[in-house]
Structure formats: structure tokens, C-alpha cells
């Protein structure tokens, strides 16, 4: 969503909200819950036998240095994806009762032209 909102040839505000706050509220829900992807940038991963029981040890100096970064990163991200979560909610809810207020068919919104 991200790729598809923000890299648009036109630039559109509502697009670039969109596209960029999916984006953070994703990568904040990631490192919220990086315990559970740590495993998997271990280089020789190992099954385990219980997956409810956690084992922050492995994934090696990679997982340390992206688990120190997401310490680090988490309290802004969390912040800001508050404020775009407030801020697409905010722009869905005054479309939607622009819609309610005025009800019209796409098509006497935009003219449509057929592609060639």
C-alpha cells in the first residue's frame, strides 16, 4: 500500500497520508512484536518444540543490534502512528459524511474516458 499511495506520478495528500501511515503503524506493530521474528534471522535456525516459550538468545548480532535499534525507535513510532491512525480516521469520516451529504454516482464526479 505503501509503494501503490506514495509513489504516484501525481502526488495526492490523501494518498500520501494513506499510504505512509499503513506503513508506520505496520513497521510500530512489527517491533512491538520483534520477540517473536527474532528467531528467524538466526542463521542456522532450529524447530522448537513448544513456540509459546520464548528464547530471546537466539537470531545472533543481528537480532541484537535490530532488537537495540527497535528499543530505541518504538516510543517515536508509537507516537506517530497514534497521531496518522487519528489523522486517516479523521479524513475517512469527513469523506464518508461529505458522501452522506451529497450522494452523487462517479460518474458525475469524474468524467470517464475510455483508454486507448
Known sequence: MFIVDVFKPEFRLRAFLMGSGSM??????LLAYYHHYRPMLAWRAQAQADP?????????????GVGALARVVQPMLLGLSVLLGTVMLAWLLVMIGQ???DPKAISD?????PRK
Not at 464526479?109 to 474516458?113: E, R
Open 24 to 29: 508506520v503503524m505496520n513497521t510500530t506493530l
Open 52 to 64: 509459546s516459550v520464548a528464547h530471546p538468545t537466539e537470531g545472533g548480532a543481528v537480532a541484537d
Open 99 to 101: 458522501y452522506a451529504a
Open 109 to 113: 464526479v469524474k468524467t470517464l474516458v
